[in-house]
């Protein structure tokens, strides 16, 4: 299973978290994760707009102590961080888009790419690097500004998966069947 947004946030305050196999927090979300007495994002100790996301790596810590986390964390930040029980498998910083923090939905998109590839085969740790790069790559493409819309965003995959695809999983297709 699968959770970003309210479904995330519905499996902590069940004490189901641990019975996922992903979460796709964002930096901020991940504060509402490793907070033990928050019922909701808008409850943690400090403003959620005010999280210091440097303190991404020990708030992962503490949501998997408090069982707050899934089995992998994609959390999307200007960092992302691909984290399985616990353990920082990853870091994907570029490319450097941080236009894509303002654009709404492009978590939604990350999470979708995430689920697409684990369906289609791939581990789902290669699927949410795979994921979080391709978002990047997408949000490069489009030469994304705060005002792009997602849709533009997400025109972008198959130009992305044509060119990475293979270089980033070693899956490769050819251009009849990306289309």
């Known amino acids: 299973m699968i959770a970003d947004a309210a479904s995330m946030y519905s499996a902590k305050a069940a004490g189901l978290a641990g019975e996922f196999d992903i979460f796709t927090p964002d930096a901020t979300e991940i504060a509402f994760l490793a907070d033990p007495d928050a019922t909701h994002p808008a409850y943690i100790r400090r403003h959620l707009f005010d999280t210091d996301i ?11 102590r408090n069982n707050s986390a899934a089995r992998l964390l994609l959390v ?26 303002a654009i709404g939905g492009t978590g939604d998109t990350i999470t979708g790419l995430l689920s697409a590839l684990v369906y289609g085969g791939l ?20 030469r994304a500004t705060p005002a792009t819309e997602v849709r533009q965003i997400i025109d972008q995959f198959p130009t992305v998966f044509k060119e990475h ?12 069947e990306i289309r």
């Open 54 to 64: 440097t303190q991404t790596p020990r708030l992962v810590t503490d949501s998997y």
């Open 165 to 176: 695809l293979c270089q980033w999983s070693g899956v490769c297709y050819t251009e009849k």
């Open 123 to 142: 581990e789902p740790h290669e699927a949410a690097i795979i994921a979080a790069r391709a978002n990047r790559t997408a949000g490069r493409f489009a």
């Open 76 to 101: 999307k930040g200007a960092i992302d961080y691909v984290i399985r029980n616990g353990d920082i498998l990853a870091t994907i910083a570029e490319p450097d888009v941080p236009e894509l923090e």
